[in-house]
């Protein structure tokens, strides 16, 4: 019996304005550790965490606890040593190396703390460059308008309008990282995976992406699992767990 998953459905599967958005992201049983030298550092052990379709989960903890390792495993861009990650219900971390390429470029968009914009590209040029990458070059240039079209549309939800041909260097640290989100968004992730995205900005810039944030968790029911120093930005998400000794615990929110 063919995996749903990995046979070649899985884009038709994945991508089908039909199926229902994937409803919950689960990591179970998570180990990792870092060789330092000739011995392992182990940096999660046995973390349970789990995000519902909708949910804005914040996940703080003191700096060298793990916060992006696990936030990277979350969202495949690593592996975990021991345990399992799980979409809705189908083990995900397990596959083909190129089916997790999919899943992770559909299922996650990916913000982090330092933009990681292309300085050659103009902020449009920006935002549709996942676009670019997913599509064939064919598929792409057949539906480049509406691919303009989307990240133009997803410019204005960040309130950049104005800055469309403006290189990364002609912007300041909160519209890069509007800019940032604008191409995590561009592809129509499920989940949204925040590394610290208010952590280069000052307070008042912090608290426009945050509200950002929730905006699209509200609005939009985009799931967003959000690492954070900030404690006071960490309780405004609907949950928050915070990573002690290689061990998530609640916090607050739900259970
Ligand atoms: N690729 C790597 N190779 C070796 N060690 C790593 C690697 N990535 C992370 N580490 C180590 O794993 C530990 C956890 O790192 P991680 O970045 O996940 O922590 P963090 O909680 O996000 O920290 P911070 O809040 O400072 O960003 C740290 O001790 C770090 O040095």
Known sequence: MSDPVVDESCETILLSSAMPPHAQLVATGIDKAYRKGD????????????IDRGEFLSIVGQSGSGKSTLLHLMGLLDAPDLGEVLLDGQRIDDLPARTRDQ???RVFGFVFQFYHL??????????????????????YWKNCRSHIDRAKQLIDRVGL???????????????????????????????????????????????????????????????????????????????????????????????
């Open 39 to 50: 011995h392992q550092v182990p940096v999660l052990r046995g973390v349970d965490i789990s």
């Open 103 to 105: 899943i992770r470029n």
């Open 161 to 255: 309008s104005h800055r469309l041909t403006h290189k990364p260097s002609e912007l300041s640290g909160g519209e890069m990282q509007r800019a940032a989100i604008a191409r995590a968004l561009v592809s129509q992730p499920q989940i949204l995976l925040a590394d610290e995205p208010t952590g280069n900005l000052d307070e008042k810039t912090g608290r426009e992406i945050m509200d950002l944030l929730k905006r699209l968790n509200t609005e939009e029911q985009l799931s967003i699992v959000m690492v954070t120093h900030d404690a006071q930005l960490a309780r405004e998400a609907t949950r928050t767990v915070r990573l002690t000794a290689g061990r998530v615990e609640a916090l607050a929110g739900a259970a």
């Open 118 to 139: 292309m300085p050659e590209l103009t902020l449009v040029e920006n935002v549709v460059l996942p676009l670019m990458i997913r599509h064939s070059i064919w598929s």
